[in-house]
C-alpha cells in the first residue's frame, strides 16, 4: 500500500487545513475498510508523536494535545482519510504523516505498529 499525504501549508494562529492521504496499491475500497489508519507528527528536534487515528472497527481516538481542535475522518471508498485541523497553535507545527496497518495491533498509538507511511506534508503554524 502506498500513501500520499497532501495538504500542508503555512497558516496563521487560530486558522484550520485539512490534510489528505490517499492510498493506492494492493488495498481495494473494501479492503482499506479492514485498515487501521493513523495521523503522526514530529516537530523540529523532537521524536514522531501520535495525533489519531481510526481503527478497523471505525473507533477514533485523539492524543490529548489535539482534542476538541482535530477531526480524523476517511472515505473507504476514495482509500482516503483526512485530518482537518482546527484553532491552530505554533505548537502544532511538525512534518504530519499519514500511516496505516492492515493487521490487529496492540496500540494504535504506536508509530511501530504501523507499516505503510506516506512522505509526510508540512504544517506551519505561525504566531
Known amino acids: 500500500v502506498q500513501l500520499q499525504a497532501s495538504g500542508g501549508g503555512l497558516v496563521q494562529a487560530g486558522g484550520s487545513l485539512r490534510l489528505s492521504c490517499a492510498a493506492s496499491?494492493?488495498?481495494?475500497?473494501?479492503?482499506?475498510?479492514?485498515?487501521?489508519t493513523g495521523w503522526f507528527r514530529q516537530a523540529p528536534g523532537k521524536g514522531r508523536e501520535f495525533v489519531a487515528t481510526?481503527?478497523?472497527?471505525?473507533?477514533?481516538y485523539y492524543a490529548d494535545s489535539v482534542k476538541g481542535r482535530f477531526t480524523m475522518s476517511r472515505e473507504n471508498a476514495k482509500m482516503t482519510i483526512y485530518l482537518k485541523m482546527n484553532s491552530l497553535k505554533p505548537e502544532d507545527t511538525a512534518v504530519y504523516y499519514c500511516?496505516?496497518?492492515?493487521?490487529?495491533?496492540?496500540?494504535?498509538?504506536?508509530?511501530?505498529?504501523?507499516?505503510?507511511w506516506g512522505q509526510g506534508t508540512l504544517v506551519t503554524v505561525s504566531s
Open positions: 481510526i481503527s478497523r472497527n471505525g473507533s477514533t
Open positions: 496499491g494492493r488495498a481495494s475500497g473494501d479492503t482499506f475498510n479492514s485498515y487501521t
Open positions: 500511516a496505516a496497518v492492515g493487521r490487529r495491533v496492540r496500540d494504535l498509538r504506536i508509530s511501530y505498529e504501523y507499516d505503510f
